[in-house]
């Protein structure tokens, strides 16, 4: 393979290890694409830049998302003026995809913070009732190490505040993909932006309307993190507790349905109601999610343990009839079998934030096909 082949070869696995989220960071990507494809050592002159990696990552959102690669743009950038606005003592500056408006599936919102403490940002964000979880990353660079903060906000959209000490406001940060300095926009600058690039939008109109708006996911969340401490009957769940069963049927339906957020949502959401009243689970999850929720994922959560009746041969004849009688009857047995089979202790399953993400995501990308 010539030269030219090979940097263009790794460059497109990177990419794919970036676009897939299997990797995050171009050094590490572009290291693994090359061990993969070559079998003795890898000239620096031959592994691509970062450019030419982001450039086909670029290319693999144009070929797989099409115009829904940037149907959210406008909305992610009001979401990060509005959090800019409530973090303005912090001076931040929006940089990242939703900057430049190279978005693709997946992405979030990233700022930059600058504050010698963290806990004036954090107490801010607990005035705005908005989750959060605070990570330091130690990150080694030519041969210097040094420890990132970042704030990763769960919200509409998620965010990645990375917080720099106050006297590095002015500094002037260098991109790792250009070698130029960063793109960024203060508050101001992202109003203007946004008045520039999106004119038919009344930013404090959009902004107002942002305020008032329940985000489904945030309560979601709430209720499902406390469910990992809510047990279950070892003889019926020997898995464990609440929260690890539910990602396991998640896991499941993904397998299954991969395309449907609301049978993903039924199959995430069908116990939730245990963490309240673990008497009469279906109705306290079904009174906590109103409002949040579809009525085909209602209908699929209400009717779960009729289903397992119905299995059984238990349920009475005008049940029965209602429930073959129902558009969704399939995919509510298919809801019960999953159910059922997700109890398996040990099991391997992603994270609560993992889970609402790709239903987040996957919804958005119906919404603009």
Known sequence: MSDAKLRQAIAFEAARLMYERVESEYFTAKRKAAKRLCRGTVKPSDLPSNAEVRD??????????????????????????????????????????????????????????????????????????????????????????????????????????????????????????????????????????????????????????????????????????????????????PEGDVLFHLLQVFELARDERAWDEEFLLAALLHDVGKGIDPHDHVAAGLQALDGLITPRTAFLIENHMLALEYKAGTLGHRQRKRLEGSEDFEDLMLLRDLDTRGRVPGARVGTVDEALDFIKELERQNKWK
Not at 75 to 90: D, T
Not at 165 to 171: G, Q
């Open 56 to 237: 086909q990552v670029q290319a693999f959102a144009r070929v797989h998302e099409g115009e829904a690669r940037t149907a959210n743009l406008c909305e992610m950038r009001l979401h990060a003026l509005r959090l800019m606005r409530v973090l303005s003592r912090f001076r931040p500056r929006l940089i990242g995809s939703v900057m430049t408006g190279h978005t693709r599936k997946g992405s979030d919102i990233d700022l930059h913070l600058f504050s010698d403490h963290i806990e004036p940002i954090t107490a801010a964000l607990e005035e705005e009732a908005l989750p959060y979880e605070v990570e330091r990353k130690q990150v080694t660079k030519h041969g210097e190490s040094r420890v990132f903060t970042h704030v990763h906000v769960f919200d509409t959209f998620n965010f990645e505040l990375t917080v720099y000490e106050e006297d590095k406001a002015h500094y002037v940060f260098k991109s790792s993909i250009t070698g130029k300095a960063i793109e960024r926009a203060s508050t101001r600058e992202l109003e203007e932006l946004i008045a520039r690039e999106h004119p038919e939008v009344m930013i404090e109109e959009a902004l107002a309307e942002q305020q008032e708006a329940v985000d489904p996911y945030q309560m979601f969340r709430l209720l499902l993190l406390p469910l990992e401490r809510v047990k279950q009957s070892a003889k019926h769940h």
